[in-house]
């Protein structure tokens, strides 16, 4: 999936309007509730404009589905690529527009193409990041590695899913890009404190419990 380009200045009234209020009607409706009329009247275009310039609802969403998740799909696929341990991108999902962020909340939740290759190309990099910085853990290709992964992937991303119960305990809108480093903070301060109960006398037992990579499923 290829990143949108910036909308020339003459298309910010046609195809650019057209989809920021689509983003907008998506986030708030769900695929199944956005129509094709709502999003005109959202946009103050026509449905034909609609169709000429998307062809169709689904038409119009797959071009959500590239401006608001294509960038963050494009630096995962860059820095598997590019053999880069660095698993996740919170921070650069936070900081995305606040409608394109919200957009990828809801299509986390309904599903959507492009949230799902999101979601396997960050447990992807997740997976590298794990077995570089502890290989005797999480053994390159072990079960144990890809199962961790795909929690580390969903521990992050369900901050998106679950923004509206987030936003109720912290009092802000999560969603708003104005408090990402709140976000992020939050989320290092959890990773921190965790690793150091685990490897503490209380956390130890619960540790030293678990399986090892070695001890792989049949």
């Not at 590239?66 to 341990?85: C, K, S, V």
Request: one cysteine or more.
């Amino acid at each position: 999936m290829a990143t949108e380009q910036p909308a020339p200045a003459e298309d910010l009234t046609g195809r650019a309007r057209i989809r920021d209020a689509a983003l907008r009607v998506f986030a708030e409706q769900g695929v199944k509730g956005a129509t094709v009329q709502l999003i005109a009247a959202a946009a103050g275009v026509s449905t034909g404009l609609i169709r000429h310039h998307f062809g169709s609802k689904d038409g119009l969403r797959r071009a959500c589905d590239e401006y608001a998740i294509g960038t963050l799909l494009h630096q995962a696929r860059r820095a598997l690529d590019e053999d880069t341990a660095a698993p996740g991108f919170l921070d650069s999902m936070y900081r995305a527009s606040g409608a394109g962020t919200r957009y990828l909340a809801r299509a986390l939740v309904e599903g959507s193409p492009a949230a799902a290759e999101l979601f396997d190309t960050g447990a992807a990099l997740a997976e590298r990041f794990l077995s570089d910085h502890d290989p005797d853990r999480f053994p390159p290709g072990a079960a144990a590695t890809r199962d961790a992964a795909a929690v580390m992937g969903a521990m992050q991303l369900s901050t998106l899913a679950l923004h509206t119960h987030i936003g109720r305990r912290m009092g802000v809108d999560p969603l708003d890009p104005a408090h990402a480093p709140r976000l992020v903070a939050a989320m290092v301060g959890v990773y921190s404190a965790m690793a150091a109960f685990l490897s503490g006398e209380r956390g130890r037992p619960i540790s030293d419990a678990s399986p090892t990579p070695h001890e792989e499923r049949p």
